[in-house]
């Protein structure tokens, strides 16, 4: 039995770059940075960054070229692939990527945007199944019209989303 099964939790380095196969197949690629926190045996903070290249296809792909920007906070889920090739000089180059086969949102509704909202926003989406979960538009005891009307006009509906 094998696994190649890839897990990381991070934000996003540059915004992600859609394209098309001549097939018509969408894809789309972008970065995503991890980091690792220790303390070493002076007992001094110590920090890591991994970055990771991200290739995500066919309805994913969409989504994420859609709602995906530099800076977003995102858990994806995977495989490893590697790619060869020979360089223009040469010699030979590798590139070890995640092909994405889930995804999900972690940032707060609205926080490219700069908006605030109390509730984290939970998007999750397989090739397969995508799948919605959403928050009240109003916190909890405070349902008036106006307060109401304003943060609706901030967010986007379940119904607005195409997945």
Not at 85 to 104: C, F, H, L, P
Not at 111 to 132: D, L, M, W
Request: aromatic share 6%; glycine share 8%.
């Amino acid at each position: 039995m094998n696994l190649n099964k890839a897990m990381i939790i991070g934000n996003l380095t540059r915004d992600p770059e859609m394209r098309t196969t001549p097939q018509g197949t969408a894809v789309c690629s972008f970065g995503v940075a991890t980091n690792f926190v220790w303390k070493d045996q002076q007992g001094q903070k110590q920090e890591k960054v991994e970055f990771h290249n991200i290739v995500a296809w066919r309805r994913l792909a969409e989504i994420c070229g859609q709602y995906l920007r530099k800076g977003s906070k995102i858990y994806i889920e995977g495989r490893l692939q590697t790619k060869e090739w020979e360089g223009q000089d040469g010699n030979k180059r590798q590139r070890t990527e995640i092909v994405a086969e889930n995804m999900i949102m972690l940032d707060s509704k609205g926080a490219n945007q700069g908006n605030y909202s109390p509730e984290p926003q939970v998007k999750k989406q397989t090739e397969s199944q995508p799948i919605q979960e959403s928050t009240p538009a109003t916190e909890p005891g405070n349902n008036s019209p106006t307060t109401e009307s304003k943060l609706n006009k901030e967010e986007v509906s379940v119904e607005d989303i195409p997945f």
